[in-house]
């Protein structure tokens, strides 16, 4: 008696019939997907607007200072882009591992 399932063993998710290396390597492709992109919303909220506030004071955007604008607006502008490219890049994932909810 073993506990150890076949990893080429149809698994039932939800409505998707997958084997357990394609569930692991979907997940390990989405969890590197939000490790990037949270890396990037990271780097532009606290790197940019904290950081290299003072580097980026030199310039300017609507006559604020750069540093302050990515303080208080670029940070969500970047996050707001993020879950769309979050969006779109988990779409082509799911479909490249059988996994979409898409009836076309």
């Not at 149809?10 to 998707?16: G, S, V």
């Not at 879950?83 to 009836?103: A, C, P, T």
């Amino acid at each position: 008696m073993t506990d150890i399932m076949d990893t080429n063993t149809p698994h039932q998710t939800e409505d998707h019939d997958v084997t357990e290396d394609v569930t692991k390597a979907y997940w390990r492709e989405n969890l590197t997907l939000m490790g990037i992109l949270l890396s990037i919303w990271f780097a532009v909220s606290f790197g940019a607007g904290i950081l290299a506030r003072d580097w980026l004071d030199q310039f300017s955007i609507g006559g604020a200072p750069l540093g302050f604008w990515f303080a208080q607006q670029g940070a969500i502008f970047v996050f707001v882009a993020l879950i769309f490219v979050y969006s779109f890049r988990m779409h082509q994932i799911e479909k490249k591992y059988g996994m979409d909810d898409d009836n076309d």
